[in-house]
């Protein structure tokens, strides 16, 4: 339980860590609840940590021109806490909130579990649904890409030796649209057998918006565009949900563990689906 021997270095500003990191052999340090645990088993030997946490400027959230940008250290706790999130799009506060226990909350950043990309790991499904954007930095040159593409597959992301992920964007909710959350809790780690995030916005007693995000259930987070399409331009009664939901799983290799079966959680998939779609359509009316 003791991580081999590393070079530890705790930058100030964001041009110092992206120098430190231009290597290529220098790992980012965020919360550390992923990767300390990692180096413990040496199930990661990282030679060189490069430590956020003194760059304040990754931590800051704010709004402009209809968008939120996070910095990629805010916590889970910001976000949970954050008076402009739970106003102005609360389908990411209600996913903080979500995460782990008190102490994962304090120290993980939002930053640190997109990076990280644990199939089950909680952002995902509401990021999906609102369609972010994350933003990667390098010395000398950025890219913006959206949270689809930087997802590639399960602890597998986009980003390149030397990139950090600085940012993620999300937009302003705009009113009556209505969002959920619905996390079937793997109760020893807190992490998702299946997270469903739901957002639907009605106009004259049609659905003029459906989004859907899934996490736990696949080797990536996705979006479940069959169901969006079958509740698009529906009145989202009942039967509507149970024919989207029924959708979610149905053309999808599911994961398979100790806690729950490929059929079991796609099964379960469609119960949370229809759950998350009640109560944001309900949000919405
Ligand atoms: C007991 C426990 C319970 C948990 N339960 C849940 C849960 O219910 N739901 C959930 O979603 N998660 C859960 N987690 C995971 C938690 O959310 C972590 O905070 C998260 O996965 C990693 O964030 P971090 O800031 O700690 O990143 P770190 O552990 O510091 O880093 C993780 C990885 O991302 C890289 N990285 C970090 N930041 C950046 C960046 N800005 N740019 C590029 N690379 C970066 C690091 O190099 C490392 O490879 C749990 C963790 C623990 C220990």
Aim: glycine share 8%; net charge neutral; charged share 20%.
């Amino acid at each position: 339980m003791i991580p081999q021997s590393f070079e530890y270095s705790v930058p100030n500003t964001l041009q110092e860590a992206l120098q430190l990191l231009a290597g290529g052999n220098a790992k980012v340090l965020a919360g550390g609840m992923s990767l300390v645990p990692l180096m413990k088993l040496r199930l990661a030997a990282p030679e060189h940590l490069v430590d956020l946490r003194r760059i304040t400027g990754l931590k800051t959230l704010s709004e402009s021109s209809g968008e939120i940008r996070i910095g990629a250290m805010a916590t889970h706790h910001d976000l949970d806490s954050s008076p402009l999130l739970r106003q102005r799009c609360p389908l990411l506060a209600e996913a903080a909130k979500h995460i782990g226990d008190v102490q994962v909350r304090n120290l993980g950043t939002i930053g640190g579990s997109l990076s990280h990309a644990d199939p089950a790991a909680d952002y995902p499904a509401s990021l999906l649904a609102l369609g972010a954007k994350v933003k990667l930095v390098r010395a000398g040159a950025e890219r913006t890409l959206n949270l689809e593409d930087f997802l590639v597959d399960t602890f597998t992301t986009a980003a390149e030796p030397g990139e950090l992920l600085t940012e993620i964007i999300v937009p302003v909710e705009e009113p009556k649209t209505g969002v959920s959350y619905q996390k079937m809790v793997q109760p020893a780690s807190g992490f998702a057998i299946v997270g469903v995030a739901a957002r639907v916005r009605k106009s004259n007693g049609q659905i003029s918006l459906a989004r859907l995000g899934l996490t736990g259930v696949a080797p990536s987070p996705f979006r479940a565009a069959a169901a969006e399409a079958r509740l698009q331009g529906s009145a989202g009664s009942a039967e509507d949900i149970r024919q989207a939901a029924a959708l979610v799983s149905s053309n999808i290799e599911a994961n398979a563990d100790i806690h729950a079966s490929a059929s079991y959680r796609k099964q379960m998939a469609q119960v949370y689906a229809a759950r998350a779609l009640h109560a944001a359509l309900a949000e919405a009316s």
